[in-house]
């Protein structure tokens, strides 16, 4: 569905990405995603609003989107599909010139893409980085998987 072309680029001109509901415990898929992606040179801005006023991975966790203080060039969700749409509209009003929407694995919701999609978003559905990554780049070590 998703051209190789296409998610290189995502990744080539992304720089920061906001992380919706990402975990502070390391056995979870969105602690562990976040991890590798700045692993890989992205700054990752947590969001949790369990967890806002926090530190994970050197950074504060803010409690939505509307409280990221900086510019991202795309927000990876890990949430459940029928909290896409408010996810989607949050970071909208708040960057007017987002690069990408990225949802999960199991996360999909074709009218918040369609939404995002009308503005120029990217919107990339029921994928993972930590997958595709190293699919397309390759992998420095075993590690890095």
């Known amino acids: 569905m998703y051209s ?21 415990k390391p056995e979870r898929p969105s602690h562990y995603v976040t991890e590798f992606l700045q692993r890989k040179g992205y700054r990752v ?15 504060r966790v803010y409690g939505s989107l509307s409280e990221v203080p900086d510019d991202v060039d795309m927000v990876d969700i890990f949430r459940r599909s029928e909290a896409v749409p408010a996810v989607v509209e949050e970071a909208l009003a708040r960057w ?42 390759g992998a420095a070590s075993v590690a890095d998987l």
């Open 96 to 137: 007017p010139k987002l690069g990408t929407i990225w949802m999960q694995i199991g996360v999909e919701h074709a009218g918040a893409a369609a939404a995002a999609e009308a503005r120029g978003v990217t919107v990339i559905q029921n994928r993972c980085p930590k997958i595709e990554y190293p699919r397309l780049f």
């Open 45 to 59: 801005i947590p969001v949790n609003r369990g967890l806002a006023g926090q530190e994970l991975f050197g950074e």
């Open 4 to 24: 190789d072309d296409l998610l290189r680029d995502v990744f080539t001109r992304t720089a920061t990405i906001a992380v919706v509901g990402v975990s502070a």
